[in-house]
Structure formats: C-alpha cells, structure tokens
C-alpha cells in the first residue's frame, strides 16, 4: 500500500510504523511509505487530494451534512463516472473486482524463518537479549519480531517480511535504516 508519510500511515516509531501499518503487515498489506517531502513519488494520490480540495471545499459547504453531500457527490463522480487513463478511460468501478481473500477473524502471528531468533515484544515495547532489555517499540507489544545475524553483534529486525532496523548488541540499540535509534531509555 503506497502512501505519504503523515497520520495515519507512518509515524517516528522504529521502522516508521504505526498502528495502522501493523494491523496491514499482520494481513499481508506491505505498507511503501514514499520519501519524506516528495509528493512526486505519490503523484496519482496527490492530484486526487488536488481534485477533492477543488471540487468540495473551495468554497467550504454551508455546514457538515451539505459540506458531507459534497464530498459522497465527489466520490461517487469519482469512482463511477469520471473516466482515467489507467484503466483506458474506464471508471474504476467499471474495472473493480473485490478481493477473493477473507477477512481473517483472528490474526496470525508472524511467521519467521528457523534460522531466526524470535522474540515476543512485552506491552511497554522492549525484548531481553541475553539479560538485557532492549527497546523495540510499543507498537509491537504483545507481538514476536524476528531477528537474523548478519555480523558479530549485529541482528536485522524484522515484523514479519518488513525489515524495521539493526540491533546492535553491544550497544543494545536498535538502529532504523535512516540512523536513527530506538534507545533504551531505562539505561
């Protein structure tokens, strides 16, 4: 799922995660979150938001509901009428097949590899790595992340198939792949 960086798709967290990229991950759903400030990246979102802003709030509604008939009027144009190049100027409905997969009931934890050391992350989010506490991120509590050597003291994090950062062990850090830290705070 490709996306911009704001709420709710991202946050500061190890890995840029938030609650709503967690819940995707556990169904499969692969968040890409597109360079910070580079709008570019996202361009069909982008003059989505640029259409919705000019047909709906430019002048703002009177009040919610008229202000709320817009925004369903510019929906349903949209999705059933307006045609676009991708689907060769067919609206997306027209092209829409819903998907075969089902809503699980319950969530799977995450499956890891053998060779991977897997660690339940605890409801303040942090692990024990022999018998120290390492910060990880409560995002993740109550969830396992699996961890895999790729030099002496050096594991990669992952949250199933998304790699979230580096543990380094010396340092008990976790390191994300922009250089910043999940730092243990209790030390």
Same mark, same amino acid.
């Given at each position: 799922?490709?996306? &911009?960086?704001?709420?709710?798709?991202?946050?500061? $967290?190890l890995g840029? *995660?938030?609650?709503?990229?967690?819940?995707?991950?556990?169904?499969?759903? *692969?968040?890409?979150?597109?360079?910070?400030?580079s709008?570019?990246?996202?361009?069909?979102?982008?003059?989505?938001?640029? &259409?919705?802003?000019?047909?709906?709030?430019?002048?703002?509604?009177?009040?919610?509901?008229a202000?709320?008939?817009?925004?369903? $009027?510019?929906?349903? &144009?949209?999705?059933?009428?307006?045609?676009?190049?991708?689907?060769?100027?067919?609206?997306?409905?027209?092209?829409?097949?819903?998907?075969?997969?089902?809503m699980?009931?319950?969530?799977?934890?995450?499956?890891?590899?053998?060779?991977?050391?897997?660690?339940?992350?605890?409801?303040?989010?942090?692990?024990?790595?022999?018998? &120290?506490?390492?910060?990880?991120?409560? *995002?993740l509590?109550?969830?396992?992340?699996?961890?895999?050597?790729?030099?002496?003291?050096?594991?990669?994090?992952?949250?199933?198939?998304? $790699?979230?950062?580096?543990?380094?062990?010396r340092?008990?850090?976790?390191?994300?792949?922009?250089?910043?830290?999940?730092?243990n705070?209790?030390?």
């Open positions: 799922m490709r996306t &911009d960086n704001g709420v709710p798709f991202a946050s500061m $967290a840029r *995660l938030c609650r709503l990229s967690v819940w995707w991950i556990k169904l499969g759903i *692969l968040p890409d979150l597109i360079e910070p400030a709008p570019q990246q996202n361009g069909r979102h982008e003059r989505m938001h640029r &259409d919705l802003k000019a047909e709906t709030t430019i002048p703002p509604a009177g009040n919610r509901s202000q709320q008939r817009r925004f369903n $009027a510019f929906r349903k &144009d949209f999705n059933e009428v307006r045609p676009h190049e991708a689907h060769g100027q067919r609206p997306p409905a027209s092209v829409y097949e819903p998907s075969p997969r089902p699980p009931c319950k969530l799977s934890p995450p499956e890891y590899p053998a060779h991977f050391e897997v660690r339940k992350v605890s409801t303040n989010g942090g692990i024990r790595w022999s018998s &120290d506490w390492v910060n990880v991120s409560h *995002l509590g109550g969830d396992f992340i699996g961890l895999e050597e790729v030099a002496d003291d050096v594991w990669a994090v992952y949250f199933g198939p998304v $790699a979230l950062g580096w543990l380094h062990v340092q008990l850090v976790i390191l994300d792949h922009d250089g910043s830290s999940s730092r705070p209790r030390r």
